[in-house]
């Protein structure tokens, strides 16, 4: 909970409790400064970690040994005396001429105002969305959203369930509803065959990273116990008008096509960066074109174009949870120098090792961007495919704007509102961008994504009423 006062000061804020944000956390904690965490879930962790200190499952082997190297990360967090505002949620952020930064948070239906010098966004990724036919039926959901609940309630498919899609997460799911005794009836592997020779390129740096051994195993422990039918080209969840998907209709690269009955679709084409909060709060951001993604542009001490703003782990660019921890501790570094609580050359000296870790942490991802990076077909859909799900926004209409001048998304919302939902264009945002490029003729760069505004999430109007006021006995404005 937030503390009694109705704001609060520190040294440093820091958005969301995963790897990255509970590292930063802690060292910078250690070394003297007052920091908080401001995280939506009940406990610390991130998605990658996520209940890691109150598991539901019966087996640690469930989930595997690198999930639970998050006790680690959390128990060094209780230690340092960091603050955790849990079930929290940040919806604006604005700077002050004299005080820094104030970031408004909503907790229990009530809004508080903290004050910060410096910020750090750990935000973490999202699923990307995959947006093929049927996927906002009943019964359609993602891979990640089933591994939530897989680690906080226990929960595995019991009936006929079929995964699609392409990427780590899509087989490490599939081994760990295995083990937990669930049901996969098949995979079905969207991984393009050309991009294996593209990847290839990358293995060297891929056969000396620990993704191998750990990748082979896993793999073979998917293939002993479901149906994988590889180069899937398309797939579709089909079923009655407006009812729950009963089918996974696919076609294959050779154009053959096959049907599957199905009770459970769970889709996955990747994460991608969760940039909401640093585009509303206008760091420039740049187009990953071997991700597909937009991301933040950040220093070698993760700074971003905001020189009290920092962006660490996977929501600066994905790198996986090892990555993001030496992420935060780099961040923390700097953070720490910039307050006064270590000179540069403490700060160059830790940063040493920091690094190392760093570069073994990323050793192989280009070989996993290459081979997993979604095909065309699995992320830019046609027809009256749903894009923006919020406003029930169809892949047609996006086209048909375009052709009578539609150039940008922004410019697509006075068009159709995509964008404006609950979201705010969280699912939407690439799809709709790569869409326009597309049908445009324009590079990503220069379609470019939603300018977002606050407040970055939903609230209430209460919440907005019962603003509390500054020292200066002012009503804080929220500007939307």
Known sequence: MIEDAITARYDTLIVGAGPAGLTAAASLAEKGLRVAVIDEQVAPGGQIYRAVGASPLPERSILGDDYWHGETLVRRFARSGATLLAQTTVWQVDRLEQDGLRVAVSCAGETRLLFASQLLLATGAQERPVPVPGWTRP?????????????????????????????????????????????????????????????????????????????????????????????????????????????????????????????????????????????????????NERQCCWQPVVDEWLQSSHADVFIAGDGCGIGGARAAEAQGELAALQIAHRAGGCSAAQRDAAAGDVRRALTRALRGRAFFETLYRPSDAMRIPAGDTLVCRCEEVSAQQVVDAARVGCSGPNQLKAFLRCGMGPCQGRLCGITVGELLARENGLAMHEVGYYTLRFPTKPLSLAEIAALPSTEAGERAVVTA
């Open 139 to 287: 019964g359609v959901m993602t891979v990640g959203a089933a591994q939530v609940l897989l680690k906080t309630t226990g929960a595995v498919p019991q009936s006929a369930t079929v995964l699609a899609g392409c990427g780590p997460l899509l087989w490490l799911y599939a081994a760990q509803v295995l083990r937990a005794g669930g049901r996969i009836d098949a995979l079905l592997d969207t991984t393009p065959r050309l991009q294996k020779r593209s990847a290839a390129r990358h293995l060297f740096d891929f056969l000396r990273s620990d993704y191998l051994l750990k990748g082979l195993s896993l793999m073979a422990e998917v293939r002993r116990g479901v149906k994988v039918i590889a180069g899937v080209a398309s797939f579709a969840a089909t079923g009655g008008v407006d009812g729950p998907a009963t089918a996974v209709e696919y076609t294959l690269q050779d154009r053959t096509r096959g049907h599957l009955p199905v009770d459970t679709l769970l889709i996955h084409q990747g994460v991608v960066p969760n940039v909401n909060l640093s585009n509303a709060l206008g760091c420039t951001h740049e187009w």
